[in-house]
């Protein structure tokens, strides 16, 4: 079965520096989205991405994350300046369409570790 | 506001017991309902969804989960627990219009005991 894949898997960064966090999402798929849970808390909706466009964002996903799909696999978080809030698991998921019954699936997550 | 509520931090069961997670929800309009399930270090993966029709769904690995509208709820249900099945599980809802996000509850984390 195919697989919303991510990398790396665990990512240490210091405060102040920027970091990608890389996915790709299964190839049919056209809406991609990026979730994050910070440790012990629910997960939460960030950002979703459709047409090489941002179709919505939460009140977290400020001017320092910024999202990209640069080629015709890869989808990509960017955080610009990392804050030690910004420590969490990050999650990429997909979707075949926007319709509101379509599941999402959703790739094993970065761990994002912020010293 | 839309929320999803999950009641329960941790549920423990004997293998072979029948379990029920629970998960409430506030949605102003009909919502879509999902439930996932999380391994360690794994992604969510799906489970069931409910969009409409029949109260009772059935899903993956033997769960299912049933709608109530008047009590606004989605408890998620297996006849016979597994050890297997522990984990952590995600109930989440999405309103059918102007918005695209998910809204998860916190997650319950099953635990299943030989």
């Known amino acids: 079965e195919p697989e919303v894949t991510q990398t790396p898997s665990h990512q240490v960064t210091q405060m102040g520096q920027e970091v990608i966090l890389r996915c790709v999402p299964i190839s049919n798929h056209l809406y991609f989205y990026w979730y994050r849970q910070i440790l012990g808390q629910k997960v939460e909706f960030l950002v979703s991405f459709y047409n090489n466009e941002i179709s919505e964002k939460s009140e977290i996903f400020d001017d320092q994350f910024s999202v990209e799909r640069p080629d015709g696999s890869n989808f990509t978080l960017k955080i610009r300046s990392t804050k030690l809030e910004d420590s969490a698991m990050y999650f990429c998921?997909?979707?075949?369409?926007?319709?509101?019954?379509?599941?999402?699936?959703f790739g094993n997550g970065t761990r994002l570790t912020v010293t | 506001a839309q929320s999803v509520a999950q009641p329960e931090d941790q549920v423990n069961v004997a293998e072979g017991n029948p379990l029920t997670v629970k998960c409430t929800y506030s949605?102003?309009?009909?919502?879509?309902l999902f439930w996932y399930v999380q391994y360690p270090n794994r992604g969510l993966q799906f489970l069931l969804k409910?969009?409409?029709?029949?109260?009772l769904v059935k899903g993956s690995y033997g769960f299912e989960a049933e709608f109530n509208k008047s009590q606004t709820s989605f408890h998620l249900k297996k006849p016979s627990a597994l050890v297997s099945d522990s984990a952590l599980y995600f109930c989440?809802?999405?309103?059918?219009?102007?918005?695209?996000?998910?809204?998860f509850g916190t997650g319950t984390r099953l635990q299943v005991f030989p």
């Open positions: 989440a809802v999405r309103v059918p219009y102007g918005t695209d996000k998910l809204i």
């Open positions: 949605v102003s309009g009909n919502p879509y």
């Open positions: 998921a997909s979707s075949v369409s926007a319709a509101y019954n379509s599941p999402l699936h």
């Open positions: 409910y969009i409409t029709g029949d109260n």
